[in-house]
């Protein structure tokens, strides 16, 4: 089956340090995944903060970024300089862009980012 | 975030049964419910599209869904199990091929 392996938290940095969380995916069965990252504030659901579909592309939002690297099978999350308010739980996932498979996305087991004043 | 609200925010049961419920208040017709156990990522359960259970995975019978409107979504469980013990998101998409998901707040269920 299709699985995605993230970097183990707790991640603890100071603010305006850089970040990078690295996320790797194995896709047996499609091609070509669309692949997200979630991010699970304190209190609050699950909430998408990029997305990227072509392979080779860049994601970004709210200072963060991700390539989309199909030969190393990586999608990992950077931020040049993070702050206190960037603590949360975030999470990589895959989807299957054919309609055979539709609505399910394979989650990562979430990486909880703490950042310090 | 209250456009999608779950209720009740924490539930702890014995063996007994309830309800959790779900309202989006965003006009996506496809709604699923996710169940996240602790140190492990979010597995879907069920995924309705304009009401129709279009995907129900392997859980247990004691999980039964319920779609009553396209915008509300109940999950009725009966002798809660004490490995059922996990957050349960609710969460909504324009429609079935979107994968653009937009998550509630979650249920954690306890079971003692």
């Known amino acids: 089956g299709d699985s995605v392996t993230q970097t183990e938290g707790p991640v603890t940095v100071s603010e305006s340090e850089s970040l990078i969380i690295n996320c790797t995916y194995s896709?047996?069965?499609?091609?070509?995944?669309?692949l997200f990252w979630y991010v699970r504030y304190p209190g609050e659901g699950l909430q998408l903060l990029l997305k990227?579909?072509?392979?080779?592309q860049k994601g970004s939002s709210r200072g963060f970024e991700a390539t989309y690297n199909k030969e190393t099978t990586s999608f990992h999350l950077q931020k040049a300089s993070v702050q206190e308010s960037d603590s949360a739980v975030y999470y990589c996932?895959?989807?299957?862009?054919?309609?055979?498979?539709?609505?399910?996305?394979?989650f990562g087991r979430g990486t909880r980012l703490q950042v310090y004043a | 975030n209250t456009k999608i609200t779950q209720s009740p925010r924490y539930l702890i049961l014995g063996r007994a049964n309830k309800s959790l419920e779900c309202e989006q208040h965003?006009?996506?017709?496809?709604m699923y419910w996710y169940k996240q156990s602790a140190e492990k990522p979010p597995e879907l359960m069920f995924l309705?599209?304009?009401?129709?259970?279009?995907r129900n995975e392997t859980v247990p019978s004691r999980f039964i869904p319920e779609c009553p409107d396209s915008s509300k979504l109940l999950l009725h469980i009966s002798a809660v199990d004490p490995e059922d013990s996990a957050v349960y998101f609710c969460?909504?998409?324009?429609?079935?091929?979107?994968?653009?998901?937009?998550f509630g707040h979650g249920t954690k269920l306890s079971v003692l």
């Open positions: 969460a909504s998409s324009r429609d079935r091929i979107d994968e653009r998901l937009f």
């Open positions: 896709a047996t069965s499609i091609a070509y995944p669309n």
């Open positions: 990227v579909i072509t392979a080779g």
């Open positions: 996932a895959l989807g299957d862009p054919g309609t055979q498979v539709v609505g399910q996305l394979t």
């Open positions: 965003l006009g996506h017709n496809a």
């Open positions: 309705y599209n304009l009401k129709q259970l279009i």
